[in-house]
């Protein structure tokens, strides 16, 4: 089916979504982030966008980021720790966008959201207007759920689904999820080597739903199954989602050149 994916070459409007998993060394470094991928995200996003393409950037990362800068090990238990880390990452990870973004001549701007933009009619509209407002001016935005502020009552939860609530927000054509796997198993690839890639899901049933696992990393919150819930989301609002390996360098323009890269849910 990768005529199918034909249509992902003349996309305009793309929300990318990367996880924190893409953006950091994980346990080995301590957290600490991966200049190296970061950079070259950046700058991919960057050509894109002077392709003609509008990129809304969603990211994860701000505890990670935060966890990094204080030095610790490990990511804390309590909410008023992650929020306290996630203030304090929250301008390490928008620093180094903004230093990157620069120097491929990218204006960014940040938005963070919380659950009540998504289900407050007023607020939600107040959202758009303001996200059509930055796209309008050519400037790229840089999305982040509010988790300095955010209680379990009220966050989103993960950054998967806040994406596929921004990509219906500003009516984008497709959502693509960059994470550290290549796509949907049909089983768990690091328990089971026979477990093979789907590359196309034209409806989501209930036999996806049930592959989908729980969460995957220690920092990341969205493992397969917060993906296919957002991959719900976008579907029903006719944006087709692609999840692929963001630690593959290239990635993301391959998938939108049409290859069969990663696993894409149809949308409309």
């Known amino acids: 089916m990768i005529a199918a994916r034909e249509f992902l070459k003349d996309a305009r409007r793309i ?6 998993s893409t953006l950091s060394y994980g346990e080995r470094g301590h957290y600490k982030l991966n200049l190296y991928r970061i950079e070259h ?7 894109l966008h002077n392709a003609g ?17 204080m030095g610790l090990t490990e990511k804390p238990e309590t909410i008023p720790e992650n929020q306290a880390l996630a203030a304090i990452g929250q301008g390490v990870l928008m620093h180094i966008y903004e230093k990157f973004f620069a120097e491929y001549g990218q204006t960014m ?9 998504a289900a407050d009619e007023h607020a939600r509209e107040n959202s758009r207007n303001s996200l059509m407002a930055i796209l309008k001016m050519g400037v790229i935005p840089v999305i982040n759920e509010n988790d300095a502020v955010a209680t379990d009552e009220i966050r989103i939860g993960d950054n998967d689904n806040l994406s596929a609530i921004v990509a219906g927000l500003v009516d984008a054509e497709v959502l693509i999820i960059l994470t550290d796997i290549d796509g949907l198993y049909d089983g768990n690839p690091k328990i089971d ?49 692609l999840i692929i390996n963001g630690q593959e360098i290239g990635n993301l323009r391959r998938a939108l050149n049409g290859e069969q890269v990663g696993t894409i849910f149809y949308g409309g």
């Open 15 to 20: 929300v990318v979504k990367v996880g924190t």
């Open 41 to 47: 995200l950046i700058r991919e996003i960057a050509d």
């Open 53 to 69: 393409k509008e990129i809304i950037f969603v990211s994860s990362g701000a505890i990670a980021a935060g966890i990094g800068k």
């Open 109 to 117: 701007a940040q938005i963070l959201l919380t659950k009540d933009n």
């Open 193 to 241: 080597s026979a477990a093979k890639l789907i590359h196309d899901v034209p409806k989501i049933t209930a036999e996806i739903e049930k592959i989908a696992g729980g969460a995957g990393t220690k920092l990341g919150t969205g493992g397969m199954f917060t993906k296919i819930q957002a991959a719900k989301l976008a579907t029903q609002k006719n944006i087709s989602m």
